[in-house]
């Protein structure tokens, strides 16, 4: 069955550090896959795009990585704060509507 | 620009109750959405729209109504509410459709009881 997982369990990490989080999908060939940001009580906020034939996107500390023989995204805040604290969502983009968004993934950035 | 607005913010139904969620957009996007959000699930595709006039089913569509009558105004209709409805809902929209940013609103936390 299609899957995309996300770790459930919070990541919780000291200011400065880098924080890492994944985003595992089964039985998909998606086109593009994008990272959202959902602070508690409001809608998520878009961060980054990255298409299947590219490798690693950047923009100011954020850096993201498609493999898609692993079928993995990593996306990693460099520097890490404590208003980086919010859950981060991974999407899907298999084609026309179809974004299939995961559970999310906690972090917490500890001053 | 105000984005994508949503009301009511919180709202709590009785079983067999109806209601609409408002959904609106300034950014003149042609496509819009609504979804779902429950605890520790990713979130659901209820219904989009590509443009005023032209609507379609996504993931879970059942019970759930929509119509698109301008380009800005994407209401979601709640036809006897049920507890399986207790959600959050997110209504989004995107300049284009594949592989664009979509801009999501603040969310309606609906409960029925």
């Known amino acids: 069955s299609q899957k995309i997982e996300q770790n459930s369990e919070a990541l919780n990490i000291q200011e400065g550090k880098t924080a890492t989080l994944t985003c595992n999908y089964t039985?998909?060939?998606?086109?593009?896959l994008q990272w959202y940001r959902q602070d508690p009580g409001r809608g998520p906020v878009f961060l980054l795009l990255?298409?299947?034939?590219?490798k690693e996107k950047r923009k100011e500390r954020l850096k993201v990585t498609f493999d898609t023989t692993l079928k993995q995204s990593l996306f990693h805040i460099t520097a890490s704060q404590p208003a980086d604290s919010a859950t981060y969502l991974c999407?899907?983009?298999?084609?026309?509507?179809?974004?299939?968004f995961g559970a999310g993934t906690r972090l917490f950035v500890k001053a | 620009n105000a984005g994508v607005t949503q009301t009511p913010k919180f709202r709590i139904l009785k079983i067999g109750q109806s209601m609409t969620l408002q959904c609106t957009q300034d950014m003149n996007h042609n496509y819009m959405y609504w979804y779902r959000q429950d605890p520790g699930m990713g979130l659901k595709l209820i219904y989009y729209?590509?443009?005023?006039?032209?609507?379609d089913k996504g993931e879970v569509p059942n019970g759930y109504n929509v119509s698109r009558s301008t380009t800005e105004d994407f209401p979601l209709r709640l036809e006897l509410a049920a507890p399986s409805q207790t959600s959050v809902y997110f209504c989004?929209?995107?300049?284009?459709?594949?592989?664009?940013?979509?801009?999501f609103g603040p969310g309606t936390r609906l409960t029925v009881l």
């Open positions: 989004a929209s995107s300049y284009i459709q594949d592989a664009d940013t979509q801009y």
């Open positions: 729209s590509v443009g005023a006039g032209i609507t």
């Open positions: 999407a899907l983009g298999t084609g026309g509507f179809k974004t299939i």
């Open positions: 039985n998909y060939s998606p086109a593009y």
């Open positions: 990255i298409r299947e034939n590219e």
